[in-house]
């Protein structure tokens, strides 16, 4: 082999080098740059689902960006908790709107606490009403007694709050709440860029029935002959007299729950209640 034949070659194994030596670089590069963008793809994802599960149950997000996409409709046992604030829409209308929509929000950011620590979780927010589910996500076969133990919280919880707005001499709130439970169906409905998971079907209306009827009966928290049956004997209740609602051709016989004791459960009396279990 000559001398420049040699030389030649050298010159070209050095220049394919130094070739590939700047190809392993322009890759690791890239590489990082994907490793970027990958990061940052997952952090808006996590972000989106973070902002999301504002307007939908988190176990709801989970299935729709789950593997098949989707949440599938399907009927199930739900109790449903409606609450309503009274007399606030005449009482907002003498509010600064800021103190107002502040009142509201602290009040539903309570609640919501107490809901969710009870395997409940709030479907819709209506003016200053609220309904909750419980068993909507997922089998809960306690779920009536669930929804009866965060109704009373949700009673500790008002009482605290007013008394945090008698201090600052903001108007106190009041509730009324009902509950019942019956089969639904569960999924997302809605149309266009308007969705959200929610219930349908008659039992949610004979929920919303019994809540109305708080005012009639003057008490704070009904429930109806379909929860009651759900409940043992350290739920104090008194039976109500049954009254006609709307869509129902029998009256409704619904109970006042006064309050519950026994082993890790203190008892919570309500004002002027009489205990009498039904």
């Known amino acids: 082999m000559s001398e420049n034949l040699l030389t030649w070659l050298l010159a070209a194994m050095a220049a394919l080098i130094v070739g590939l030596g700047a190809g392993v670089l322009v890759l690791r590069r890239r590489s990082r740059q994907l490793h970027r963008l990958v990061a940052v793809s997952h952090e808006k994802l996590e972000q989106l689902q973070r902002e999301f599960e504002h307007f939908v149950p988190a176990d709801v997000v989970e299935q729709l960006t789950g593997e098949h996409g989707g949440y599938v409709p399907q009927r199930r046992a739900v109790t449903m908790l409606f609450a309503d604030l009274r007399g606030f829409t005449a009482l907002s209308d003498r509010l600064d709107p800021a103190v ?14 107490v809901i969710t620590s009870h395997h409940g979780h709030i479907n819709e927010l209506v003016g200053d009403g609220l309904l909750a589910l419980f068993g909507a996500l997922e089998h809960n076969p306690w779920q009536g007694r669930d929804s009866v133990l965060a109704a009373l919280d949700m009673r500790a919880a008002l009482a605290a709050y007013n008394e945090e707005l008698r201090a600052k001499s903001l108007p106190e709130l009041r509730f009324g709440i009902g509950i019942h439970g019956g089969e639904v169906v569960a999924g997302v409905m809605g149309a266009g860029s308007l969705n959200k998971f929610t219930v349908t079907g008659d039992p949610i209306n004979v929920a919303s029935r019994v809540e109305g009827l708080t005012s009639v009966h003057e008490v704070d928290l009904l429930i109806t002959e379909d929860i009651r049956r759900t409940l043992d004997d350290r739920f104090r209740l008194r039976a109500m007299p049954p009254m006609p609602v709307k869509g129902k051709r029998e009256p409704i016989v619904t109970y006042y729950v006064e309050d519950v004791a026994g082993p890790g459960l203190p008892a919570r009396k309500a004002q002027g209640a009489v205990a009498s279990h039904a």
């Open 100 to 113: 107002t929509v502040g009142i509201l929000n602290e009040y539903f950011r309570r609640m919501n606490a």
